[in-house]
């Protein structure tokens, strides 16, 4: 056997060996340099921020005198990204670096945190909460950065109070085709400011996020309700969503067509009462999935005090549940106390280190997207994807929709409550083919529902444009001659351009 081949299928069958010996200690390596990247942190002012602005804007200029005809992207290449797919897009057009991942200023009388785009959730939380403050939709993978859920979309288990991530945004710096520098917000350019969102940065670079902040509490006192059959996981779900005074964050985890756990929680300082706190984030914690399924061993209703980053990134240690493919036995007591405070492994790394054959083997028997539904079709949508999947658990997670004239919006003139619905994983059905994404798609579209698209889709461009409103987005493509400029989003979410 050739020594590359047997390679290859040493990293394909025992991918686990090159994962926990090498590629978790690389990720407490960047840890600790990280350690050293916050000190520089401290040192990053407005000044060092209109620096990197300029930056931005020389390479805009450099490029529209050298290549006007050749649209662009950021420079952020496919492996960062926190998406199974590789942007093919990247290669051809021009690339801009937008790097820029510092804290700007931190306002407690605006309740505002301005940051650059590039800085990560896992930057930023533990940053805001030492100062005593949090943001309304804080995400639960560390490796998400803000520019790509303002550009993408972000959601979590407070969506239902505050919607999606962007609208926690109050705003942006954009910096156009021609290299100036637009401010947007509700009462400046606000037409822009709406079209922002979801736009894959067709329509200019940012540069700047405000965020709105709210205050910090100590713990989040999370309830675990099993319940049986998806009539009552709908009807409860619908009954917690609305009760925005007890529920800060509402969850629901389904582990078989019959069976889920609803979560509730509400965040708060505690009292002197509490005996117990879950510390849920320490290294020799089980996975939270699977915590949460031990509801369902007793079928009692259980609640605890769990620490707000603990909660905040409890899905991060086994990557929502796909870390179990990679490091089988990484929940088994022994691996947790031996090599647990290893985790997580870095995204990036995994992806940079994954070889061609492991990349075939996910697109042909791995299933990894994420649909957003009216909640009145839980129950419908569930039935759907056994059916056609069968992946178990799925991820549940309420938000609201509020009318507006950007790509994404509710249909309706009024708020409406939606679900994301997560599938990740293989799928447990004989003939399973990855173009079936299609059908579920259009069952998809024809609910009048949304696809995140970081996984890319199947549908053609007038499908994509049922489901996403274009028209204000059209205009404002014009106004800031996007044309020759930048892609299309379908350029860059569709299966050709993430393969
Ligand atoms: C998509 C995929 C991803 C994998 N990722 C990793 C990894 O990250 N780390 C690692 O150590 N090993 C990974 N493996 C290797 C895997 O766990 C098995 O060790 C390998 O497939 C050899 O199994 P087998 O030939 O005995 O077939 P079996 O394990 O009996 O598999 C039967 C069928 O199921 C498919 N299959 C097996 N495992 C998976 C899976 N995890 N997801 C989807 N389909 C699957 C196989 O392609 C095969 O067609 C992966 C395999 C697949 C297919
Ligand atoms: N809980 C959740 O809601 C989760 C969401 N996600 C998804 O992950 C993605 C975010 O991942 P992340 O790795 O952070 O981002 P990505 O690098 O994937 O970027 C997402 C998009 O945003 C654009 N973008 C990013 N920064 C800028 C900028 N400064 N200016 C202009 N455009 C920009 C990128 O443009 P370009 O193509 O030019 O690089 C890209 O099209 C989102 O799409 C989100 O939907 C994933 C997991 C969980
Ligand atoms: C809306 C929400 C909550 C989405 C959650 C999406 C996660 C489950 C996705 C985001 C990034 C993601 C696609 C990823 C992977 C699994 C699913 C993830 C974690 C993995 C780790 C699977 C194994 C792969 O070999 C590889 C390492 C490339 C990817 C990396 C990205």
Redesign the pocket.
């Known amino acids: 056997m050739r020594s590359e081949s047997l390679l290859e299928y040493l990293l394909v069958n025992f991918r686990w060996v090159f994962v926990v010996f090498f590629l978790l200690p690389c990720t407490v390596l960047g840890k600790i340099w990280s350690v050293f990247e916050k000190s520089l942190w401290s040192r990053h002012t407005g000044l060092e921020h209109e620096k990197n602005l300029s930056h931005v804007q020389r390479q805009i200029r450099h490029r529209n005198k050298l290549a006007p005809d050749q649209v662009m992207c950021t420079a952020r290449p496919s492996w960062r990204s ?3 797919a590789d942007m093919a897009y990247k290669k051809y057009m021009f690339n801009i670096d937008v790097h820029l991942d510092g804290i700007v200023s931190i306002n407690a009388k605006t309740r505002t945190v301005r940051v650059e785009p590039g800085i990560t959730m896992g930057r930023l939380i533990p940053i805001l909460i030492e100062s005593g403050w949090t943001v309304p939709v804080a995400l ?2 560390e490796d998400l950065t803000i520019g790509g859920l303002v550009m993408g979309t972000g ?1 979590e288990s407070s969506s239902h109070k505050f919607g999606l991530f962007h609208e926690t945004c109050t705003r942006y710096e954009l910096i156009t085709a021609n290299g100036d520098l637009i401010i947007c917000s509700k009462s400046e350019n606000a037409d822009i400011f709406e079209s922002i969102p979801y736009s894959y940065g067709t329509l200019g670079f940012l540069t700047a996020v405000d965020i709105q902040m709210i205050p910090a509490k100590k713990y989040v006192k999370l309830k675990y309700r099993p319940i049986r059959t998806l009539e009552k996981m709908e009807s409860r779900l619908i009954v917690e969503t609305n009760d925005l005074e007890n529920n800060d964050f509402v969850e629901l985890l389904i582990y078989n067509k019959d069976e889920g756990v609803l979560m509730t929680g509400k965040m708060t300082d505690g009292n002197r009462d509490i005996k117990y706190v879950n510390r849920i984030g320490r290294f020799y914690k089980p996975w939270f999935f699977k915590h949460v399924e031990s509801f369902l061993m007793t079928w009692k209703i259980g609640e605890e005090y769990i620490p707000l980053k603990d909660y905040y990134f409890r899905h991060n240690k086994p ?2 549940w ?1 870390i179990q493919d ?1 490091i089988p036995f990484g929940n088994h007591p022994v691996f947790r106390y031996l090599l647990g405070w290893l985790m997580p492994a870095k ?1 990036a790394l ?2 940079l280190t ?1 070889t061609d054959t ?1 990349k075939q083997l ?1 697109a042909k028997h791995h299933f ?1 997207d ?1 649909f957003i539904l009216p909640i009145s079709s839980l129950k419908k949508s569930v039935q759907q994807f056994h059916a056609i999947l069968n992946i178990y658990p799925i ?1 549940v997670c309420p938000t609201v929709l509020r009318p507006g004239k950007g790509l994404m919006h509710s249909p309706a003139t009024v708020n409406n409550m939606y679900i ?1 619905i ?1 599938l ?1 994983g293989e799928p447990k059905v004989s003939k399973y083919n990855p173009t079936i994404l299609r059908d579920l798609e259009i069952f998809v579209l024809k609910l009048k529902g949304f696809k ?1 698209m ?1 996984a890319g889709t199947y549908l053609n461009i007038d499908e994509f444009r049922t489901m996403f409103d274009h028209r204000l987005y059209d205009q404002i493509r014009q106004n800031l001659s996007c044309k020759s400029n930048f892609p299309e989003v379908y350029d860059k979410v569709n299966r050709e351009a993430r393969i």
């Open positions: 926190m998406t199974i639960d993978m959601l990557l929502f796909e990679i995204v995994l992806k994954q492991i996910y990894i994420d991820w994301d997560g990740y995140m970081y």
